[in-house]
């Protein structure tokens, strides 16, 4: 069985919604078990800054998936759930991205893990280290935690959540 950690944001329409429906897609998936997902924070916008500000969150999973087949569940996702790639760092209904698959180290074409410049982002770092303190880089082997990027402003909690199931009821 491989685990991977994912990151997720939405910045159109209702957000929150948007979050929770590519969950529960991930969870009824029958090769994917979701274990934790993180609480929900408010992030500033990275690249065009004159748009809506993310929710963003952090999952964990197990799979049986290998890389590329989940990165295709997490496209099948996107797409289902109105995803449209027009604008490059534009607003976005769901964007899922794998950060970390296992503790390997891939160079893919379409794929590259750990996910690149993840360590420089604030939106991406502290939902993550919210659900594992102790997860490295797997090239460097720093802990996320200690990147200098989790010191950043512009990410707010904005709904606290402990348990898959209680994020997948909540309203
Ligand atoms: O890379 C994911 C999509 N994205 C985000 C995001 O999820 N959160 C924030 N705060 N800014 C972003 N810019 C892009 S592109």
Redesign the pocket.
Known sequence: MNTAYL?M?S?IGNRLQHLKQAVQLLHEHPAITVLDVSSVYE?????LTEQA??L?IAVNLETSLEALELLNVCQSIENKLGRMRKIR??P?TV?L?ILLYNHDVLQLENLLIPHLRMHERA?VLVPLVEINPEVKNPVTGTLYRDEPAMQED?VVLWKKVQRVEEFLQQD
Not at 43 to 47: D, N, S, V
């Open positions: 990151s944001g910045n992030t500033e916008p990275l690249g500000k993310f963003n760092w534009g976005r964007d991205d939106f512009g």
